[in-house]
Protein backbone atom coordinates (compact mmCIF):
# COMPACT_ATOMS: atom_id res chain seq x y z
CA UNK A 1 0.00 0.00 0.00
CA UNK A 2 1.21 3.71 -0.62
CA UNK A 3 -0.08 6.00 1.40
CA UNK A 4 0.80 9.78 0.61
CA UNK A 5 0.46 12.60 3.50
CA UNK A 6 -0.01 15.94 1.41
CA UNK A 7 -0.99 19.52 2.42
CA UNK A 8 -2.32 22.48 0.59
CA UNK A 9 -0.61 24.85 3.49
CA UNK A 10 2.91 24.45 4.37
CA UNK A 11 3.35 24.01 8.27
CA UNK A 12 -0.09 21.75 8.99
CA UNK A 13 1.71 19.12 10.98
CA UNK A 14 2.24 16.72 7.32
CA UNK A 15 5.57 15.84 8.20
CA UNK A 16 4.60 15.44 12.07
CA UNK A 17 1.40 13.05 11.08
CA UNK A 18 3.66 10.78 8.21
CA UNK A 19 6.45 10.34 10.87
CA UNK A 20 4.50 9.34 13.64
CA UNK A 21 2.07 6.75 11.51
CA UNK A 22 5.26 5.18 10.35
CA UNK A 23 6.57 4.57 13.77
CA UNK A 24 3.07 3.33 14.93
CA UNK A 25 2.64 1.02 12.22
CA UNK A 26 2.47 -2.72 13.32
CA UNK A 27 3.42 -3.98 9.89
CA UNK A 28 6.27 -3.22 7.90
CA UNK A 29 7.03 0.13 6.86
CA UNK A 30 8.81 2.05 4.89
CA UNK A 31 9.13 6.07 4.97
CA UNK A 32 9.54 8.32 1.65
CA UNK A 33 10.76 11.53 2.32
CA UNK A 34 9.36 13.47 -0.65
CA UNK A 35 9.91 17.36 0.34
CA UNK A 36 12.77 17.08 -1.49
CA UNK A 37 13.67 20.93 -1.42
CA UNK A 38 13.95 20.61 2.61
CA UNK A 39 13.39 17.12 3.60
CA UNK A 40 13.25 16.99 7.52
CA UNK A 41 11.82 13.55 8.61
CA UNK A 42 15.33 12.69 9.73
CA UNK A 43 15.03 15.32 12.21
CA UNK A 44 12.40 13.18 13.91
CA UNK A 45 13.79 9.39 13.12
CA UNK A 46 17.39 10.56 13.31
CA UNK A 47 17.82 6.98 11.39
CA UNK A 48 21.45 5.35 10.21
CA UNK A 49 21.75 6.36 6.41
CA UNK A 50 23.78 4.02 4.73
CA UNK A 51 23.86 4.36 0.86
CA UNK A 52 23.23 7.84 -0.75
CA UNK A 53 23.65 7.56 -4.89
CA UNK A 54 23.42 10.88 -7.42
CA UNK A 55 20.53 11.43 -9.45
CA UNK A 56 21.48 13.52 -12.64
CA UNK A 57 19.59 14.50 -15.56
CA UNK A 58 20.74 14.34 -19.27
CA UNK A 59 21.77 17.62 -20.50
CA UNK A 60 22.32 18.64 -24.02
CA UNK A 61 26.23 19.56 -25.13
CA UNK A 62 26.41 20.64 -28.65
CA UNK A 63 30.08 20.07 -30.49
CA UNK A 64 29.75 23.63 -32.52
CA UNK A 65 31.88 21.59 -35.27
CA UNK A 66 28.58 19.80 -36.38
CA UNK A 67 26.20 22.69 -36.24
CA UNK A 68 25.12 23.67 -39.13
CA UNK A 69 22.83 26.34 -37.70
CA UNK A 70 19.25 25.37 -38.67
CA UNK A 71 17.94 26.31 -35.59
CA UNK A 72 15.84 22.83 -35.29
CA UNK A 73 16.79 22.78 -31.67
CA UNK A 74 15.88 25.70 -30.32
CA UNK A 75 12.41 24.84 -32.03
CA UNK A 76 11.93 21.75 -30.47
CA UNK A 77 12.63 22.88 -27.31
CA UNK A 78 9.18 24.13 -25.38
CA UNK A 79 11.45 25.48 -22.48
CA UNK A 80 13.44 27.54 -24.32
CA UNK A 81 17.09 25.69 -22.57
CA UNK A 82 18.67 25.55 -25.72
CA UNK A 83 19.02 29.26 -27.66
CA UNK A 84 20.51 28.42 -31.45
CA UNK A 85 22.79 31.59 -32.89
CA UNK A 86 23.77 30.37 -35.91
CA UNK A 87 26.29 28.03 -35.45
CA UNK A 88 26.26 29.35 -32.01
CA UNK A 89 24.29 27.12 -29.72
CA UNK A 90 23.52 28.56 -25.88
CA UNK A 91 22.44 25.72 -23.30
CA UNK A 92 20.29 26.81 -20.07
CA UNK A 93 20.84 23.84 -18.06
CA UNK A 94 18.38 25.15 -14.99
CA UNK A 95 15.55 25.34 -17.66
CA UNK A 96 16.06 21.46 -19.56
CA UNK A 97 13.77 19.66 -18.89
CA UNK A 98 15.63 16.67 -20.11
CA UNK A 99 13.31 14.67 -22.65
CA UNK A 100 15.59 14.27 -25.21
CA UNK A 101 13.77 15.85 -28.32
CA UNK A 102 16.43 18.72 -29.01
CA UNK A 103 19.38 15.51 -29.74
CA UNK A 104 16.23 13.72 -31.76
CA UNK A 105 15.53 16.84 -34.15
CA UNK A 106 19.73 17.73 -34.38
CA UNK A 107 19.56 16.62 -38.32
CA UNK A 108 23.96 16.51 -37.67
CA UNK A 109 24.30 14.42 -35.01
CA UNK A 110 25.99 17.44 -33.17
CA UNK A 111 23.98 17.59 -29.95
CA UNK A 112 25.33 14.86 -27.35
CA UNK A 113 23.31 14.32 -23.63
CA UNK A 114 25.91 14.84 -20.80
CA UNK A 115 25.02 13.92 -17.31
CA UNK A 116 24.44 16.68 -14.58
CA UNK A 117 23.88 15.98 -11.12
CA UNK A 118 21.10 17.37 -9.50
CA UNK A 119 20.61 16.02 -6.17
CA UNK A 120 21.23 12.29 -4.11
CA UNK A 121 18.98 10.33 -2.61
CA UNK A 122 19.78 8.47 0.65
CA UNK A 123 18.32 5.11 2.21
CA UNK A 124 18.73 3.66 6.23
CA UNK A 125 17.24 2.57 8.55
CA UNK A 126 15.39 3.76 11.92
CA UNK A 127 15.06 0.96 13.85
CA UNK A 128 12.22 -0.93 11.91
CA UNK A 129 11.38 1.29 10.17
CA UNK A 130 13.37 1.55 6.66
CA UNK A 131 13.92 5.31 5.24
CA UNK A 132 14.35 7.06 1.87
CA UNK A 133 14.93 10.80 1.45
CA UNK A 134 15.82 12.75 -1.63
CA UNK A 135 17.46 16.43 -1.41
CA UNK A 136 17.74 18.51 -4.38
CA UNK A 137 20.77 20.36 -4.42
CA UNK A 138 20.97 24.12 -3.57
CA UNK A 139 20.76 26.17 -6.87
CA UNK A 140 18.58 23.42 -8.85
CA UNK A 141 15.17 24.31 -9.98
CA UNK A 142 13.83 20.61 -10.78
CA UNK A 143 12.43 18.29 -8.24
CA UNK A 144 9.98 16.02 -9.74
CA UNK A 145 13.40 14.10 -11.29
CA UNK A 146 14.57 13.58 -7.30
CA UNK A 147 10.96 12.54 -6.40
CA UNK A 148 10.76 10.06 -8.94
CA UNK A 149 14.15 8.52 -7.64
CA UNK A 150 13.25 8.31 -4.38
CA UNK A 151 9.58 6.75 -5.39
CA UNK A 152 11.37 4.14 -7.39
CA UNK A 153 12.35 2.46 -3.72
CA UNK A 154 8.81 1.93 -2.92
CA UNK A 155 8.23 -2.06 -2.30
CA UNK A 156 5.17 -3.98 -3.02
CA UNK A 157 5.86 -6.28 0.54
CA UNK A 158 5.20 -3.27 3.21
CA UNK A 159 3.46 0.02 3.68
CA UNK A 160 5.21 2.97 1.95
CA UNK A 161 4.27 6.36 3.73
CA UNK A 162 5.24 9.01 1.28
CA UNK A 163 5.88 12.16 2.89
CA UNK A 164 4.95 15.26 0.12
CA UNK A 165 6.05 18.72 -0.36
CA UNK A 166 3.16 21.30 0.59
CA UNK A 167 1.16 23.21 -1.95
CA UNK A 168 -0.15 22.20 -5.13
CA UNK A 169 2.39 22.51 -7.47
CA UNK A 170 4.56 19.69 -9.61
CA UNK A 171 6.40 18.30 -7.17
CA UNK A 172 3.37 17.40 -4.96
CA UNK A 173 1.49 15.85 -7.86
CA UNK A 174 4.71 13.87 -8.36
CA UNK A 175 4.48 12.43 -4.84
CA UNK A 176 1.51 11.86 -4.93
CA UNK A 177 0.84 10.13 -8.63
CA UNK A 178 -0.10 6.15 -8.09
CA UNK A 179 -0.31 6.22 -4.30
CA UNK A 180 -3.38 4.08 -3.30
CA UNK A 181 -4.33 6.92 -0.82
CA UNK A 182 -4.37 10.32 0.25
CA UNK A 183 -4.36 12.02 3.69
CA UNK A 184 -4.25 15.70 3.59
CA UNK A 185 -3.37 17.37 6.54
CA UNK A 186 -4.78 21.16 7.38
CA UNK A 187 -5.79 23.12 10.28
CA UNK A 188 -8.67 24.89 11.22
CA UNK A 189 -7.52 28.48 10.16
CA UNK A 190 -8.85 30.23 7.33
CA UNK A 191 -5.39 30.36 5.38
CA UNK A 192 -5.63 26.26 5.87
CA UNK A 193 -9.38 26.02 4.72
CA UNK A 194 -8.40 27.81 1.71
CA UNK A 195 -5.10 25.43 0.59
CA UNK A 196 -7.17 22.17 1.93
CA UNK A 197 -9.68 23.36 -0.83
CA UNK A 198 -6.71 23.58 -3.84
CA UNK A 199 -5.24 20.12 -2.31
CA UNK A 200 -8.51 18.70 -2.62
CA UNK A 201 -9.23 20.04 -6.07
CA UNK A 202 -5.88 18.42 -7.20
CA UNK A 203 -6.43 14.49 -5.58
CA UNK A 204 -9.68 14.86 -7.47
CA UNK A 205 -8.12 15.40 -10.54
CA UNK A 206 -6.01 12.62 -9.82
CA UNK A 207 -8.58 10.15 -9.25
CA UNK A 208 -7.29 8.96 -5.94
CA UNK A 209 -9.26 8.23 -2.70
CA UNK A 210 -8.43 10.51 -0.05
CA UNK A 211 -9.84 11.95 3.33
CA UNK A 212 -8.69 14.71 5.74
CA UNK A 213 -6.75 14.87 9.32
CA UNK A 214 -7.49 18.03 11.31
CA UNK A 215 -4.47 19.20 13.15
CA UNK A 216 -4.76 21.60 15.84
CA UNK A 217 -7.98 21.63 16.54
CA UNK A 218 -9.32 24.55 18.93
CA UNK A 219 -6.82 27.24 17.27
CA UNK A 220 -9.37 28.24 14.93
CA UNK A 221 -12.79 27.96 13.96
CA UNK A 222 -15.04 24.90 12.75
CA UNK A 223 -15.20 26.19 8.90
CA UNK A 224 -12.99 23.31 7.84
CA UNK A 225 -15.21 20.75 9.09
CA UNK A 226 -18.25 22.86 7.35
CA UNK A 227 -16.29 22.62 4.18
CA UNK A 228 -15.38 18.95 4.41
CA UNK A 229 -19.11 17.99 5.22
CA UNK A 230 -20.68 20.14 2.62
CA UNK A 231 -18.24 18.48 -0.36
CA UNK A 232 -18.62 15.29 0.91
CA UNK A 233 -15.01 14.78 2.22
CA UNK A 234 -14.65 12.39 5.10
CA UNK A 235 -12.43 14.08 8.30
CA UNK A 236 -10.30 10.87 9.22
CA UNK A 237 -8.90 11.86 12.51
CA UNK A 238 -8.89 15.51 14.69
CA UNK A 239 -5.83 16.07 16.60
CA UNK A 240 -6.24 18.98 19.55
CA UNK A 241 -3.78 21.36 19.88
CA UNK A 242 -1.49 20.29 22.57
CA UNK A 243 1.33 22.37 23.96
CA UNK A 244 3.11 18.99 24.44
CA UNK A 245 3.30 18.36 21.15
CA UNK A 246 4.81 21.55 19.84
CA UNK A 247 7.44 21.32 22.55
CA UNK A 248 8.42 18.16 21.59
CA UNK A 249 8.55 18.79 17.95
CA UNK A 250 11.04 21.81 18.65
CA UNK A 251 13.37 19.61 20.34
CA UNK A 252 13.19 17.13 17.67
CA UNK A 253 10.87 14.49 19.05
CA UNK A 254 7.70 12.79 18.06
CA UNK A 255 4.22 13.63 19.33
CA UNK A 256 3.73 9.73 20.33
CA UNK A 257 6.76 9.83 22.75
CA UNK A 258 5.37 13.36 23.94
CA UNK A 259 1.70 11.96 23.91
CA UNK A 260 1.48 8.27 24.48
CA UNK A 261 -1.95 8.35 24.08
CA UNK A 262 -1.81 9.17 20.30
CA UNK A 263 -0.36 5.79 19.64
CA UNK A 264 -3.65 3.62 19.58
CA UNK A 265 -5.14 6.52 17.21
CA UNK A 266 -2.50 6.29 14.48
CA UNK A 267 -2.52 2.88 14.84
CA UNK A 268 -5.90 2.70 14.55
CA UNK A 269 -6.30 5.04 11.34
CA UNK A 270 -3.87 2.81 9.82
CA UNK A 271 -5.83 -0.19 10.82
CA UNK A 272 -8.82 1.05 9.00
CA UNK A 273 -6.94 2.36 5.79
CA UNK A 274 -4.86 -1.13 5.59
CA UNK A 275 -8.40 -2.93 5.76
CA UNK A 276 -10.17 -0.79 3.36
CA UNK A 277 -6.86 -1.13 1.17
CA UNK A 278 -7.63 -4.58 0.55
CA UNK A 279 -11.01 -4.76 0.64
CA UNK A 280 -10.81 -2.39 -2.50
CA UNK A 281 -7.82 -4.29 -3.97
CA UNK A 282 -10.42 -7.84 -4.08
CA UNK A 283 -13.37 -5.97 -5.24
CA UNK A 284 -11.28 -3.13 -7.62
CA UNK A 285 -13.10 -0.58 -6.35
CA UNK A 286 -11.68 2.49 -4.59
CA UNK A 287 -13.13 4.62 -1.49
CA UNK A 288 -12.29 6.16 1.86
CA UNK A 289 -12.34 4.34 5.53
CA UNK A 290 -15.25 5.57 7.48
CA UNK A 291 -14.29 8.34 9.59
CA UNK A 292 -13.14 8.98 13.17
CA UNK A 293 -12.28 11.48 15.39
CA UNK A 294 -9.76 11.28 18.28
CA UNK A 295 -11.52 11.75 21.74
CA UNK A 296 -9.43 15.02 23.45
CA UNK A 297 -6.31 13.98 25.36
CA UNK A 298 -5.95 13.34 29.26
CA UNK A 299 -3.70 15.80 29.92
CA UNK A 300 -3.45 19.72 28.29
CA UNK A 301 -5.56 21.58 25.97
CA UNK A 302 -6.46 19.62 23.32
CA UNK A 303 11.97 14.09 -17.12
CA UNK A 304 14.12 11.01 -18.14
CA UNK A 305 17.06 10.67 -15.54
CA UNK A 306 20.55 9.32 -16.03
CA UNK A 307 21.64 6.06 -14.25
CA UNK A 308 22.14 6.81 -10.38
CA UNK A 309 26.45 6.70 -9.76
CA UNK A 310 26.10 4.96 -6.39
CA UNK A 311 28.64 5.35 -3.80
CA UNK A 312 28.47 2.36 -1.11
CA UNK A 313 30.85 0.44 1.06
CA UNK A 314 31.64 -3.08 0.76
CA UNK A 315 29.14 -5.85 1.07
CA UNK A 316 26.23 -2.89 0.98
CA UNK A 317 23.83 -2.71 -0.68
CA UNK A 318 21.92 0.20 -1.97
CA UNK A 319 18.00 0.87 -0.90
CA UNK A 320 15.59 0.12 2.20
CA UNK A 321 14.98 -3.02 2.38
CA UNK A 322 15.18 -6.51 4.51
CA UNK A 323 14.17 -5.56 7.84
Do not use: W
Not at 72 to 97: K, S, T
Not at 188 to 202: M, R
Not at 226 to 255: M, N
Not at 300 to 318: L, M, Q, Y
Request: glycine share 10%.
Amino acid sequence: MILAVASGKGGTGKTTIAVNLALCSPTPVQLLDCDVEEPNCHIFLKPHLDCREAVSLLIPSVDAAKCNGCGDCGRVCQYHAILPLGRNVMVFPELCHACGGCAKACPTGAIQEVEREIGFVETGFAERVAFVQGTLAIGQPAAPPIIRAVRRHIRDDRLNIVDCAPGTSCPVVTAIRGSDYVLLVTEPTPFGLHDLKLAVATVRLLGIPFGVVINRVGVGDNRVQSFCAAEGVEVLLEIPDDRRIAEAYSRGQTATDAVPELRKVFCDLLLALDKRFFANKESGRTSAPTPRQAAPFSEGPAGRVADASRKRAPNETCGAGGK
